[in-house]
């Protein structure tokens, strides 16, 4: 079966790097992209962006670029968020999600990262 | 401010029917599909309508999904409890070199 399945909760401090992981399993891994999406505390889903496993192509939604870098190892299906120069609005859960865009058909369990001093 | 517009909440007693709406434009609910997510508190979101108002494999004929120009719309029947989750609608929209848009999430709460 299908399953993505992200690394656990991080507490940073402030200005510090992240780095989330997703590994996936049950399917062929360069035929679907995988998109990030975050989620404040008490807040709505936003769009990240997309990783095109097949081409290695990231495409960032404004908002999330310089600081944001999502990567792939192909070698284990597994595919990358890591965020830098940590700040505390970016304390949110954040997810993975298999498909095309928005047409995501199944999501990691989510990573909880916190920003703290 | 979200790009697709919801209700922040609605609530309806067991057996009832429910509507959640879902406003969007041109560049996005206007000329794309929409797509509907559950998602209870502490996990990951779920595909309740995919295409306007295809129900993935596993979902419950109560849940419909349509579209109508720039709005669209989810319908739940037969309200159960078990249907107390936060619901979003998202689309892709071609604005800004294409991105992915949600609206801000609906709570339904069953009375």
């Known amino acids: 079966q299908v399953q993505l399945v992200q690394s656990g909760s991080e507490l940073k401090k402030p200005g510090a790097s992240v780095k989330v992981s997703c590994k996936t399993s049950?399917?062929?891994?360069?035929?679907?992209?995988i998109n990030w999406v975050r989620q404040a505390p008490g807040q709505g889903l936003e769009w990240m962006g997309w990783?095109?496993?097949?081409?290695?192509?990231?495409t960032h939604a404004q908002g999330f670029t310089g600081r944001f870098v999502f990567s792939l190892d192909t070698s284990v299906s597994t595919a990358y968020l890591q965020i830098s120069d940590l700040q505390p609005g970016d304390t949110a859960v954040y997810y993975c999600?298999?498909?095309?865009?928005?047409?995501?058909?199944?999501w990691g369990q989510g990573t909880l990262v916190t920003v703290s001093s | 401010q979200s790009v697709l517009i919801q209700p922040p909440s609605v609530s309806g007693t067991p057996g009832q029917r429910v509507t959640i709406s879902c406003s969007g434009s041109?560049?996005?609910?206007?000329?794309?599909?929409v797509y509907w997510f559950q998602q209870f508190p502490g996990t990951a979101p779920k595909l309740l309508i995919s295409?306007?108002?295809q129900r993935p494999s596993g979902v419950p004929d109560r849940f419909s999904g349509s579209k109508s120009g720039t709005s669209a719309s989810l319908v739940i029947s037969g309200l159960r409890s078990e249907d107390e989750a936060d619901y979003y609608c998202?689309?892709?929209?071609?604005?800004?070199?294409?991105?992915?848009?949600f609206g801000g999430g609906t709570k339904l709460t069953v009375l």
């Open positions: 998202a689309a892709w929209d071609d604005s800004l070199s294409g991105r992915g848009v």
């Open positions: 999600a298999r498909g095309w865009g928005i047409v995501v058909d199944y």
């Open positions: 990783h095109n496993t097949n081409t290695g192509n990231p």
């Open positions: 041109g560049s996005n609910i206007g000329i794309n599909s």
């Open positions: 295409r306007n108002d």
């Open positions: 049950g399917y062929t891994f360069t035929s679907y992209p």
